[in-house]
């Protein structure tokens, strides 16, 4: 780790950043500046001042997506602001790039105050395909994604939010296939309720689970509890239908599944011990996760998952972004729904065939060619299904 880290920072002193711009046009001769530039350059003008949805087809913005933050949560480093945070956006357009042919723009907003980030946001999105929203902590997050799809006429994803929820979606899906579990049938225990984990939480109700349980510093999310803000006692009229109370070892008890998105070594030997049998464990936490893999298994885990690259079953959000906007775009969506995030999560559930699937692959890997191309037609054909495309 230590001499990825010195590499790493070698490598953006040598790049001096990590994406650039590419001239598609031309202007090395006088014709060729006439067509680009002055005067002809004023015809897509007007013929965009007459119909706005053209700026599709006469300008980048098909094929362009916003990489936005705020600074306030960056990966796992906290609030340390917006340039601090412009290596991780410009990895995100480079990912972006690479995996899905889009061209991204990181963009660093210099405000914490919620108002202000969306007026900012709402102000350039015409100037996009797609807006993805990266790294903003909790609640806000949920706040101004909410009151970003109300005024923006493209789609307004937040990645950290719906981006890991589809992906462990998938990943609890083929993992309960290998088990012989179904989603409406398990006891699903959610241990931390930031961004990701509210998400995932939704996301596995929207899937078809029913017993979904929250956890947050204060125990168990339950009906007539105190809630750390709106969105967990939102949280708490969909979840827990046997109202639940207690701490985390409380409520893992007969579990099927666990699923951390909280802080190193809060899943302990004896938590897993009292699951059901063969119990599912994502530990998410980056870079140390709940529990190590070797102990949750040690313990009776069949299924283990974690964010790192190093051990089997990967969560990663490379998986999902590039082909959800890819699809999206292609289909000129205004906004990615519930039907679009669940038709991602099915295709990266069939790529796993049952002849394939096992304890140590239940997730394709990034660098799966076929992911991306099965995430974005699938993402495509629901958004045209649901009408959330461009008339």
């Known amino acids: 780790m230590e001499d990825i880290k010195k590499r790493a920072l070698e ?32 015809e897509p003008c007007l013929a965009i001042k007459d119909d706005p949805s053209l700026s599709f087809e006469l300008t980048r913005r098909w094929n362009t997506v916003a990489v936005i933050t705020d600074g306030t949560a960056i990966l796992g480093l906290g609030d340390i602001g917006g340039v601090a945070g412009m290596p991780v956006m410009e990895g995100k357009c480079l990912l972006f790039k690479e995996f899905a042919g889009i061209d991204a723009i990181p963009l660093c907003v210099g405000t914490k105050d919620v108002d202000g980030f969306v007026e900012t946001v709402a102000n350039i999105a015409d100037s996009f395909g797609g807006i993805n929203l990266e790294d903003i902590a909790a609640p806000r997050c949920f706040e101004i994604e909410k009151k970003l799809k109300e005024r923006c006429s493209v789609p307004v994803f937040h990645d950290d939010q719906h981006g890991t929820a589809i992906i462990v979606g998938a990943a609890v899906i083929n993992a309960f296939r290998l088990t012989g579990r179904t ?14 984990g509210c998400a995932i939480g939704r996301h596995l109700l929207s899937l078809g689970a029913k017993n ?17 803000n709106a969105e967990h006692e939102a949280l708490s009229l969909i979840s827990n239908p046997n109202a639940e109370r207690g701490t985390l070892s409380d409520v893992t008890k007969g579990a099927d599944a666990v699923i951390g998105v909280s802080r190193p070594g809060l899943f302990t030997a004896e938590m897993i011990r009292s699951m059901a049998k063969d119990p599912v464990v994502f530990a998410l936490a980056n870079p140390t ?24 079953n990967q969560i990663n959000n490379v998986l999902a972004f590039p082909g959800i906007f890819r699809g999206a775009l292609d289909a000129g969506a205004t906004d990615i729904n519930e039907q679009m995030k669940r038709a991602a999560t ?3 559930v069939s790529l796993i065939g049952e002849d394939e699937l096992s ?14 191309k099965a995430v974005a037609e699938a993402v495509a054909a629901a958004a045209k299904e649901s009408g959330a495309v461009r008339k």
């Open 289 to 312: 996760p709940e529990i190590m893999p070797d102990e949750a298994k040690a313990a009776g885990a069949a299924v283990v998952g974690t964010g790192r690259s190093d051990f089997p």
């Open 359 to 372: 304890p140590g692959y239940i997730i394709p890997s990034p660098f799966d060619k076929r992911v991306v």
């Open 11 to 42: 490598a953006h002193y040598r790049w001096r950043g990590k994406i650039g711009t590419e001239a598609i046009a031309r202007a090395t001769t006088p014709e060729e500046l006439a067509v680009a530039y002055t005067p002809g350059v004023a």
């Open 346 to 348: 099915d295709a990266l």
């Open 183 to 196: 989603l409406k049938d398990a006891k699903i225990v959610i241990n931390g309720a930031g961004s990701a």
């Open 212 to 228: 979904v349980i929250f956890v947050d510093r204060t125990g168990a999310i339950a009906r007539g509890g105190e809630f750390l």
